[in-house]
């Protein structure tokens, strides 16, 4: 770094098109010192000077990353950053000697320059305007560069290395959707060891992100910054470091990773399309990765937003769930179904991959998706019973009518057991839809339980009322009941533990087999939105 002047000439090594490293000359402009002590010492300010300077494949362009710099022979660093709606020919680099830092324990994040790094952040698979593209933009503080349509389903292992000059990708999300961006490699050592971009990705420090080999199908020029168009062709390595200075890694190791699939459905063309994916093994960006693609995906198999009907079904395996664990629910919305749908599996996806008792990876997740432009929802319109006075352990018959939307209403025959020791006194009959007053985790929301592991949690989640159930509840003594709930609100986490009511000793998945056993509680699985609630009385006599 000491021997560079202001005026001497070199080139850069950089992938324009294919996978063939071209030099471009350039020159030095001036080398600007940082304040002393930081691990991104003085930077290199540089100016392409290619006769062809007027074609986008002589200017610098976002993937040109990590280009090695060579002045008089010698690496001096790899390209950094320049900036937009301005002079493309100019830009920074940073020196060889703060890249080789992003290996040492004690590297600190350096000097950042107000500029534009260069690395070309990009998603292939998914069309530009997909709503949720924005969600994953946000969540990961990244701005996409739309790629070339996603190859196949599964990209092949490598152990080729790449050389200093190739075309790099570190990717977040490879198959048939891929998330990742594109620089170029800057160096590398006999060990396997290489350095890359110059600049960080994601400032993620410790990381576990496959890196592979780009193929540049075109340098595009642009007013505000040419880019590269890029897609993967293999994965080489693993990238190990994500610092200030450049992102590092090494060949011939590849990482863990979250496997991923959908299957869509449209109810209302009877076709089916699959996805198959690939996410990094990292706990807290995957969560953000794994549910924004899968609503990426299933916006752009579908073809439309805005109101409808989704049955969603999500399935785990891994070492975590080893016999798998499954969840199916049905959402209607008049206004956003994507909205509705996906919350319930964001909410499980993000607490199992970040849940503190147990490793997860390695883990998988499918998900079925079934949509329907139309309302498929059922409306509690009436219900009938056979008796209105019966004794302990007595069956009571029970005549629901349900109107889907404008059909036809349905009377469906159901029963419901008196438990056997109901005192003598008036009963409260609910029939309601699962999204309608459903059960809660009392125990756990008062503070007399806490979830303890990854079964429990996964056993708690299933136990959830779920929207296409049809829920027959009844409280064996209506006054009494009341008079429980006021008592339970009164002394909130305070009542002696040996007074606590049934509710508050349990947790809800031990309530609702508790009350199914007794009789006082029946749940019906259908394949539609139940929606509503009627109650009755019954009086119980001995």
């Known amino acids: 770094m000491s021997e560079l002047k202001a005026g001497m000439t070199g080139y850069i090594l950089t992938v324009i098109k294919g996978t063939q490293p071209e030099r471009i000359p350039v020159k030095i402009v001036s080398v600007i010192p940082q304040k002393p002590g930081r691990e991104l010492s003085d930077e290199i300010l540089f100016r392409i000077t290619s006769r062809h300077s007027q074609q986008a494949r002589h200017k610098l362009s ?19 950053s320049g900036w937009e709606l301005s002079d493309h ?10 890249m080789c830092a992003v290996f040492s324990n004690d590297y600190q994040p350096g000097f950042l320059t107000n500029t534009v790094n260069l690395a070309n952040v990009y998603i292939s698979g998914i069309r530009p305007g997909n709503s949720a593209l924005l969600g994953l933009e946000r969540s990961l503080g990244l701005s996409f560069v739309q790629g070339v349509p996603a190859g196949a389903n599964h990209l092949t292992l490598s152990r080729e290395r790449l050389r200093p000059g190739d075309a790099v990708s570190a990717l977040l999300v490879w198959g048939d959707v891929e998330v990742g961006a594109v620089g170029t490699v800057t160096a590398t050592a006999k060990d396997g060891r290489f350095l ?28 505000a910054f040419p880019f590269k168009l890029a897609s993967s062709e ?47 093994a990292d706990e807290f960006m995957s969560r953000k990765l794994l549910v924004n693609v899968f609503k990426a995906l299933v916006e752009e198999a579908w073809g439309r937003k805005g109101y409808g009907s989704m049955s969603v079904n999500l399935r785990i395996d891994g070492k975590a769930a ?21 919350k319930q599996t964001e909410a499980i996806i993000d607490a199992f991959l970040t849940q503190p008792f147990t490793e997860t990876m390695p883990a ?31 069956k009571v018959g029970v005549t629901v009518t349900l109107r889907g939307w404008r059909t036809e209403p349905t009377e469906h025959s159901l029963s419901i057991k008196i438990p ?9 009959l609910i029939v309601r839809g699962g999204n309608t007053e459903p059960m809660s985790q009392i125990a756990v929301d008062e503070g007399w339980k ?7 949690m996964l056993t708690e989640f299933k136990a959830v009322d779920a929207n296409n159930e049809l829920i027959l509840e009844l409280n064996a003594d209506r006054l009494d009941n009341a008079l429980k709930k006021a008592l339970r609100k009164s002394t909130r986490n305070t009542k002696p533990e040996s007074d606590l009511l049934p509710e508050q000793e349990e947790y809800l998945s031990e309530t609702k087999a508790r009350r199914i056993k007794e009789g006082s509680l029946k749940i019906f699985q259908s394949d539609y939105f139940i929606d509503g609630m009627m109650k009755r009385i019954i009086h119980v006599e001995k």
């Open 420 to 428: 056997d020791d109901a005192s003598e006194g008036v009963c409260e």
């Open 89 to 98: 020919m100019l830009g920074f680099a940073t020196p060889i000697e703060s």
């Open 62 to 80: 976002q993937g040109m990353s990590g280009s090695p710099l060579y002045v008089m022979g010698k690496l001096a660093g790899g390209v950094r």
């Open 322 to 342: 080893p016999e798998g664990w499954a969840r199916r629910d049905v959402f209607f919305s008049d206004d956003n179904i994507f909205a509705e749908a996906f």
């Open 234 to 280: 293999s994965i080489n390595g693993t990238f190990t470091q994500d610092r200030e200075a450049g992102i590092a890694g090494r060949f011939g190791v590849y990482p863990l990773s979250i496997s991923a699939k959908l299957v869509f459905r449209d109810l209302d063309t009877q076709t089916e399309d699959e996805f198959i994916f690939r996410v990094i």
């Open 364 to 394: 998988g997740f499918t998900l079925t998706v079934e949509a329907t432009q139309k309302p498929k929802v059922l409306l509690i319109e009436d219900v009938k019973l056979s008796i209105d006075h019966a004794k302990p352990g007595e």
């Open 196 to 223: 890359a971009f110059a600049h960080a990705f994601n400032k993620a420090g410790n990381t576990a992100y496959p890196a592979g080999r780009a193929y540049i199908h075109e340098t595009v020029n642009s007013l």
């Open 450 to 456: 806490s979830i303890n592991s990854l079964e429990r």
